[in-house]
């Protein structure tokens, strides 16, 4: 029972936060670890419970979509989609023992990133001239990384499309979230396919997942985030601590 109100609570926070700021799977894979769920298992469980909260905080972000017009957002899911296969693709393939050992330096990457996140777009803005074709490489490489593991890419994609010189951030967050939900979405049938999903784990907060992601992009749209980063980045830190102890001292 405890190991369900904590997967719950879990997938729920990691919904609403992947909705307002990123940095929901600075919970929900812990989490899944916790409780007892193999490293490259908790991913693939991980990925398969938070997706559909990605389409929950798009439909409410789905007024700012309807106001988009500079970008082919269809090519950009094509790019995103092809990503996300290759990725998981790789994950299958990785040992779980490799994979232990990269887990904390993949924390440790994705904390770096959300922490330098509002600087980053601005860095790349000012040093990179970000043509159409340029987003969409470095889409196709953020989903790799996405089906691979996943932790930090909506603040990587929010850069991305912040350097390619957009401005709307509710629409922003709409990309952001209609991209993952879909590189995740096909990582998950690489997932199910190769029998990777605990899937009582997954349904349970897959439904509280989705509840948070609604949530989430509903207030997100209201208040500022400022203390959300605080205690994502707070998450992140504790975590990656706790995953290079796990890997290598314990």
Known sequence: MLHIVLLVLAAFAGGALNAIAGGGSFLTFPALVFTGVPSV?????????????????????????????????????????AGGTLGAIVLLKTPENTFVALTPWLLLFATVMFAASKRLGAALRSRVTFSFGTLLVTQFVIAIYGGYFGGGIGILMLAALAAFGMTDMTAMNGIKTILAGCLNGVAVVVFVAAGKVYWTQALIMMAAAIAGGYMGAHYAQKLKTSVLRGIVISTGVAMTGYFFYHAYWR
């Open 41 to 81: 298992i908790a991913n693939a469980t991980n990925t398969v419970a938070l997706f559909p909260g990605s389409f929950a905080s798009a439909f409410s972000y789905r007024h700012g979509l309807a106001r988009l017009e500079e970008i082919s957002l269809r090519t950009l899911i094509l790019v995103s989609i």
